[in-house]
T-cell receptor, first 116, second 109 residues
Framework: EPEVTQTPSHQVTQMGQEVILRCVPI?????FYWYRQILGQKVEFLVS????????KSEIFDDQFSVERPDGSNFTLKIRSTKLEDSAMYFC??????????????FGSGTQLSVL | LAKTTQPISMDSYEGQEVNITCSHN???????ITWYQQFPSQGPRFIIQ???TKVTNEVASLFIPADRKSSTLSLPRVSLSDTAVYYC??????????FGPGTRLSVLP
């Protein structure tokens, strides 16, 4: 079964450093998402991406965050200057078509980001 | 954006049937109802999706009454490995999936 893959599985960084989280969505999917989950809390939407541009973003996704699809397979989330409160599990997801009607999301296993 | 309400937690024993009900009073005509399962340190995993009446797959059944203001996920004969958080989502057409706190199911031996 095709799956969304994320690397690295764990990332430790110092506060103020830049990090890039990487994702390879399912190959025929056209819509890509980033979510995060702080330990013990709910899954929070960050951003959706389609046709090489952001479709929607939450208030969490401020100027410190950016997303990119640098080639035909990767989808990245960059945090420019990490803060302690950015520590969380970050999930990438993809869907075959846009949300609406009967669409469903496929999630990766996540990248655990720890900011020290 | 349709908001969902589910119990925060439920306990069950192995071999029992578990029913988790979700309320979504403001569901729109175009909205589908989707359930996800999440194990610790893993991403949510799609379980089942429906629009109305009953849907069944190899994992679960989903019951949706005619008014569609609620839905019930039914897990037949649960095992210890079904211990997870279960999320009910209502897709507001054109909006992005918003996860609530979900229902934490604990299956006991």
């Amino acid at each position: 079964e095709p799956e969304v893959t994320q690397t690295p599985s764990h990332q430790v960084t110092q506060m103020g450093q830049e990090v890039i989280l990487r994702c390879v969505p399912i190959s025929n999917h056209l819509y890509f998402y980033w979510y995060r989950q702080i330990l013990g809390q709910k899954v929070e939407f960050l951003v959706s991406f389609y046709n090489n541009e952001i479709s929607e973003k939450s208030e969490i996704f401020d100027d410190q965050f950016s997303v990119e699809r640098p080639d035909g397979s990767n989808f990245t989330l960059k945090i420019r200057s990490t803060k302690l409160e950015d520590s969380a599990m970050y999930f990438c997801a993809s869907s075959e078509a846009g949300l609406g009607l009967d669409e469903k999301l496929f999630f990766g296993s996540g990248t655990q980001l720890s900011v020290l | 954006l349709a908001k969902t309400t589910q119990p925060i937690s439920m306990d069950s024993y192995e071999g029992q049937e578990v029913n988790i009900t979700c309320s979504h009073n403001n569901i729109a005509t175009n909205d589908y109802i989707t359930w996800y399962q999440q194990f610790p340190s893993q991403g949510p995993r799609f379980i089942i999706q429906g629009y109305k009446t009953k849907v069944t797959n190899e994992v679960a059944s989903l019951f949706i009454p005619a008014d569609r203001k609620s839905s019930t996920l039914s897990l037949p004969r649960v095992s210890l490995s079904d211990t997870a958080v279960y999320y009910c989502l209502v897709d507001n057409y054109g909006q992005n999936f918003v996860f609530g706190p979900g229902t934490r199911l604990s299956v006991l031996p």
